[in-house]
């Protein structure tokens, strides 16, 4: 009588095991190309070609120092914190409000909306890239910030709303009477209500945009021209044509447009594994 109690046990040790193991080798397997820049770009390029998966004798971490200041990395960086954090707070802002309307207010259309801003997400967005020129350049928005920032709102702004509009559609209506109740206007209960209640949805479309527009690459080279303005992706691009024979200054500026990503990812990676894996509002 006491076997089969123990087989499930071990069944369930077995399990768990297997789960662990395939966790494990996936964290490895993600977490190395990672490691592997970053040591890389603590070494010289001579000390690299002598053996490319030594570990750092020597840390040289001047070699930041000379990335940042000498390769123009520090304007890099202000723009696309400029150009991705102003994105990211518009379109998340702006998605919020219109996933709001099409999950709550019923109106004719409704459904129309919805459907072509999830259709929107299918097509590649290269096939706008030159209606996009032309229009930036007929209103004077070519080769600025603003330009920019407001294509990166337009690319976003579909997914953001997909995003959000199922988890919004999930909260209970008695919350909404009892708002109505209290005499609460539609934006009282949007600001007090719902962007509270689906904080842990709206910070993963904040995160998930923010690591989109910070690594995007096509969108900039082709509608900021001036050196000034550029973002960190087109000028790390820049920044291998100068060192291309350079390997460990190449990973040392690849380094400085990762960090930021981590950094997000390591400080909210809770909220955005809640906003993913929550299935209704309690």
């Given at each position: 009588m006491s076997i089969g109690p123990g087989?499930?046990?071990l069944r369930g040790?077995?399990?768990?095991?297997?789960l662990m193991a395939v966790l494990v080798?996936?964290?490895v397997y993600s977490a190395l190309p990672f490691v592997w820049v970053g040591t890389m770009s603590v070494r010289t390029t001579s000390e690299i070609s002598a053996d490319h998966y030594a570990w750092p004798s020597t840390f040289h971490w001047s070699k930041f120092k000379v990335a940042w200041a000498d390769s123009n990395f520090d304007q890099y960086f202000m723009n696309s914190t400029i150009v991705v954090v102003t994105a990211v707070l518009l379109v998340t802002l702006i998605g919020a409000a219109a996933a709001h309307c099409l999950s709550r207010y019923r109106f004719r259309g409704n459904r129309l909306i919805y459907f072509v801003l999830f259709s929107?997400?299918?097509?590649p967005p290269q096939i706008i890239l030159i209606s996009l020129f032309q229009?930036?350049?007929e209103y004077d928005l070519y080769n600025t910030r603003l330009g920019l920032i407001m294509v990166y709102i337009g690319l976003q702004l579909p997914l953001t709303v997909y995003l959000l509009e199922g988890f919004f559609a999930r909260i209970p209506q008695d919350l909404f009477d009892a708002a109505k109740i209290d005499g609460y206007s539609d934006l009282e209960i949007f600001v007090r209500l719902v962007l509270p209640i689906g904080m842990p949805a709206v910070a993963t479309a904040m995160i998930l945009n923010f690591i989109m527009l910070w690594n995007e690459f096509l969108f900039a080279v082709v509608l900021i021209a001036d050196e000034d303005l550029r973002t960190l992706p087109v000028g790390i691009q820049r920044f291998m044509g100068d060192y291309f024979q350079d390997i460990g200054m190449i990973a040392t500026g690849m380094m400085i447009s990762i960090i930021p990503v981590l950094i997000v990812y390591a400080f909210f990676s809770e909220k955005l594994i809640q906003g993913m894996t929550a299935g209704a509002v309690k």
């Open positions: 087989l499930d046990t040790l077995c399990r768990s095991g297997g080798a996936y964290t929107s997400i299918i097509f229009v930036l350049v």
